[in-house]
C-alpha cells in the first residue's frame, strides 16, 4: 500500500471452451481468490477458473489453483 489505496494482486480467470479468459475479480490474498474460483466452478457448466497473480507470466497447470 504505497499510496493508500489497497493492492489486489490476485486475479479470478474464467476461460471458456473457446480459449477466451475473462477477469472475473481482484482479490488481496491467494486464499480469497482460490476460494472463488472453488465456489465458481461447482456449477454444472464445464467453464474453467484459475487464479493468478498480477503481472506474472501465466502460470502452467502445476503453478495454479482450477476449477472446473
Known amino acids: ?6 493492492t489486489l494482486p490476485w486475479l479470478v480467470i474464467r476461460e471458456d471452451d ?3 479468459r475473462y477477469r472475473v475479480g481482484r482479490f ?3 486464499a480469497e481468490a482460490q476460494r472463488t474460483a472453488d465456489s465458481l466452478g461447482d456449477h454444472e457448466h464445464q467453464q474453467l477458473y484459475c487464479v493468478e497473480r498480477l503481472g506474472a507470466r501465466k ?10
Open 1 to 6: 500500500m504505497n499510496d493508500g489505496t489497497t
Open 18 to 20: 473457446n480459449g477466451n
Open 28 to 30: 488481496a490474498t491467494r
Open 59 to 68: 502460470p502452467g497447470p502445476e503453478q495454479n489453483g482450477t476449477a472446473r
